[in-house]
């Protein structure tokens, strides 16, 4: 689908609509307003990878589509996405109830309920499936095998997602996940800003070796750089603000 055409321009707006939606009761971390930054870099990493490679196959509309939609049905948000989607189709004969609702096939579902061709709802849903930092560490050759093998839209739009978890936007979305979700994922040192830092170490600062995209790995690096100060500056606050006196 050409993504000048007004079947694609009224797609995308009827889209952006359900995903405020879905996402409005969402804690900042995870709210449309980072499903639109995504969006956005995204729409960055393609206009500078197509002028690149201009001969590279890339599906612009699978690209914006994905990214806009890349949290739906995300796990530690589904029983808010379920309520939302049930909530936009109040009144309908097709109203569910969550637990009839596969975060598996919900993009693909929400975009035909919204007039998207057949292959783009389900090349989009599959990229969206696949975009997860978990899912990837789970099988790194199945990412890489679809990235190679005909979606290499999913490189782009986990480029711009990992993005936004990393540099200054990223340490804040880290904290506000911490204050709204942590106590649900607390270890057994329980619920401390310190979290924070050992998700930094653990997770965030290695996401610049897993981009995809020159691009991308241009980006990270100097918002991971960014981390890594952050990082020091706590542990140098931390090692006065804890210090023994005697």
């Known amino acids: 689908m050409d993504i000048t055409s007004p079947e694609f321009q009224t797609l995308y707006a009827s889209m952006t609509t359900f995903v405020n939606t879905c996402m409005s009761g969402h804690d900042p971390s995870h709210n449309p307003a980072h499903v639109h930054r995504v969006a956005n870099l995204a729409n960055t990493i393609l206009e500078a990878e197509a002028t690149a490679q201009p001969t590279r196959p890339l599906n612009a509309a699978v690209i914006k589509l994905a990214a806009l939609l890349h949290d739906i049905g995300d796990r530690k948000y589904l029983p808010t996405l379920t309520s939302a989607t049930n909530e936009s189709k109040s009144g309908s004969a097709n109203a569910t109830?969550?637990?009839?609702?596969?975060?598996?096939?919900?993009v693909q579902i929400a975009l035909l309920s919204h007039g998207a061709p057949?292959?783009?709802a389900s090349k989009v849903q599959t990229v969206v499936s696949h975009v997860s930092y978990t899912t990837e560490c789970k099988d790194p050759a199945l990412i890489r095998r679809l990235i190679d093998d005909g979606y290499p839209e999913l490189a782009i739009v986990q480029d711009?997602?990992?993005l936004d978890a990393i540099g200054a936007i990223g340490i804040g979305r880290t904290f506000t996940f911490l204050g709204a979700q942590g106590k649900k994922f607390a270890g057994e040192n329980g619920w401390e800003m310190g979290n924070c830092i050992e998700h930094s170490v653990e997770k965030l600062e290695r996401l610049e070796g897993m981009m995809k995209t020159e691009t991308g790995r241009g980006m990270a690096r100097v918002r991971t750089e960014r981390l890594k100060v952050f990082r020091g500056w706590w542990e140098e606050e931390m090692e006065v603000a804890t210090a023994t006196t005697l």
């Open 118 to 120: 057949a292959e783009l």
């Open 160 to 162: 711009a997602d990992r």
């Open 97 to 106: 109830s969550s637990a009839d609702i596969d975060p598996k096939t919900m």
